[in-house]
């Protein structure tokens, strides 16, 4: 799998209306993928993402405003065929949500971001993931697999007490 690092402005970073994450809602429907580019189909995708209390998309968006963006974990973007200069979310539409969420805060007067901050929301350091190459054709569902399936082992009371 290969996964070349790049600078994208946020305006260009598409959130996955077909996300597995909202597979079990009642008012998900699946979106044709030629059509995610659409603002309509942002606008639900988010909205999605920020009514579910199960995503605790607020909460993020809160962590991201107080302690910053970190870039621990990378958020992974695919081309996006149906427009050119556009990508997909593959892991990360949560934060990317939160990120968005918050620049509208800040375009309606709901918060005051410093301009490092703006800077650093706006123009996001991501993982390129080009699905168009032969070695990363199920590269997207292993990402998502390893992410989500298998995930980061829990550390037990002992160890998170020990390092608080």
């Not at 077909?18 to 189909?41: A, C, G």
């Not at 995708?45 to 968006?61: G, I, N």
């Amino acid at each position: 799998m290969k996964l070349n690092p790049i600078k994208i402005c946020i305006d260009n970073i598409l959130l996955d209306p077909n996300n597995y994450r909202f597979h079990d809602l009642r008012s998900w429907k699946k979106v044709n993928s030629s059509r995610f580019h659409e603002p309509k189909i942002q606008e639900g995708t988010a909205k999605l993402l920020r009514d579910a209390v199960e995503f605790e998309l607020s909460a993020l968006k809160d962590s991201i405003r107080t302690n910053g963006f970190v870039q621990l974990e990378q958020i992974v973007v695919r081309p996006y065929e149906a427009a050119e200069g556009y990508y997909v979310v593959v892991e990360g539409n949560r934060r990317i949500a939160a990120i968005k969420w918050l620049l509208e805060d800040q375009e309606s007067g709901v918060v005051t971001l410093e301009q490092h901050e703006i800077d650093e929301f706006t123009n996001l350091n991501v993982l390129l993931l080009d699905t168009n190459e032969a070695e990363n054709i199920n590269a997207t569902e292993v990402i998502m697999a390893i992410r989500h399936v298998s995930g980061i082992k829990a550390w037990g009371a002992y160890q998170q007490a020990r390092l608080i």
